[in-house]
């Protein structure tokens, strides 16, 4: 690219957003990106995100969008304090899991569209995956594909012919594919948390942090966070 081209990162703080990054940042593109203030209740990641915007240097560029109405509907473990975050091994592995909150994604990625059609950039990078996650409906390539299709019809942006693509680089990728290629591309990890409890450690025992312990040994290597258990 002779002048960079300009890419919204969904920026949560965590370990495929953050893998997300350094591949935008690998393919070219100037980084803008965007952390979004549910509620949740691991709150911490928004400090996570704040970091990780400072280590590629876009600081300035770094926006976090307050959405508290989704903690106020509710509906999820990780917005609604009643509600217990679950360990790995509880529940059915068919259901979706009451960690899900409703239409985060939806809403994600519409907010994106919005702030790429005011910036003028062309690509939308989501750490979504389909393989190592935890089930949720709004993480699967038939979502993206759907939501890419109304991003063109319902902007002037789309309709002028300004095509806003979704990059969705992890989807097919195993936990520990994402790892070995965050680590080759000197992704921050220590600066990253994955768990959905929010405490000071993360807590070694949701099904987050276990699909990220999991993911760091089948990719021999060391997860560099600190764990209250694991």
């Known amino acids: 690219m002779s002048r960079k081209e300009k890419a919204v990162v969904i920026l949560s703080g965590g370990l495929d957003s953050t893998t997300c990054m350094g591949i935008a940042q690998d393919q070219g593109y100037e980084l803008y990106p965007l952390t ?10 928004l ?26 509907i509710g509906g999820s473990a990780l917005t609604d304090p009643s509600l217990e975050v679950p360990k790995a091994a509880d529940g059915d592995a068919d259901e979706i899991p009451i ?10 990625l519409s907010i994106a569209a919005s702030y790429a059609e005011v910036i003028g950039a062309g690509r939308i990078y989501i750490g979504v995956n389909s393989l190592d996650y935890s089930g949720y409906p709004d993480c699967r390539p038939e ?3 759907k939501v890419e299709e109304t991003i063109q019809l319902a902007t002037k942006a789309g309709v002028s012919g300004r095509t806003i693509r979704i990059e969705a680089p992890l989807m097919h990728m195993t936990k520990a594919e994402i790892i070995r290629e965050g680590l080759r591309l000197g992704v921050p990890y220590e600066l990253t948390t994955s768990c959905y409890q929010g405490g000071p450690y993360a807590c070694g025992e949701c099904d987050s942090c276990r699909l990220r312990l999991k993911g760091f040994a089948e990719a021999g290597a060391e997860d560099p966070i600190p764990y209250a258990k694991k």
Do not use: C, M, W
């Not at 400072?54 to 959405?67: A, F, N, Q, T």
């Open 36 to 45: 979004f203030d549910y509620g949740q209740r691991h709150h911490n990641e």
């Open 47 to 72: 400090d996570n995100a704040r970091a990780v915007a400072e280590h590629y240097g876009v600081s300035s560029r770094h926006k976090i969008v307050p959405l508290s109405f989704l903690k106020e």
């Open 99 to 108: 960690t899900y909150v409703p239409g985060r994604n939806l809403l994600f």
């Open 143 to 145: 979502f993206i594909a």
